[in-house]
């Protein structure tokens, strides 16, 4: 299962974006969901992630500029991004993590193919 993201693209400093990523229908209300980053020469790391439950977290440089959030109805989940810095600048990646009823990891996570996000000074 190929996750689909979007809404990537150049945007100045200071700027926003919004992220979209069409998830798979199957127990996506059950799953938990994130977005992850991967900056040039850099290794993947957790952006935010939003729980079954609603409960959200998020990485230290991007608290109070970032908001995940999720539309069950549609199997969608989205990444507000706002008040960029070029240090966001990164290929982002979105996760999905099926759960069992006792709150495990079912199966291997899908991942969407990425989407480029560029912040210039």
């Known amino acids: 299962v190929q996750l689909q993201a979007s809404g990537g693209g150049l945007v100045q400093s200071g700027g926003s974006l919004r992220l979209s990523c069409a998830a798979s229908?199957?127990?996506?209300?059950?799953?938990?969901l994130a977005w992850y980053r991967q900056p040039p020469g850099k290794e993947r790391e957790l952006v935010a992630i939003i729980r079954s439950s609603g409960r959200t977290n998020y990485a230290d440089s991007v608290k109070g500029r970032f908001t995940i959030s999720r539309d069950n109805a549609n199997n969608t989940v989205y990444l507000q991004m706002n008040s960029l810095k070029p240090e966001d600048t990164a290929v982002y990646y979105c996760k999905q993590q099926r759960l069992t009823a006792w709150g495990t990891p079912d199966g291997m996570p899908y991942w969407g193919k990425g989407t480029q996000v560029t912040v210039s000074s």
């Open positions: 229908a199957v127990m996506f209300s059950v799953s938990n």
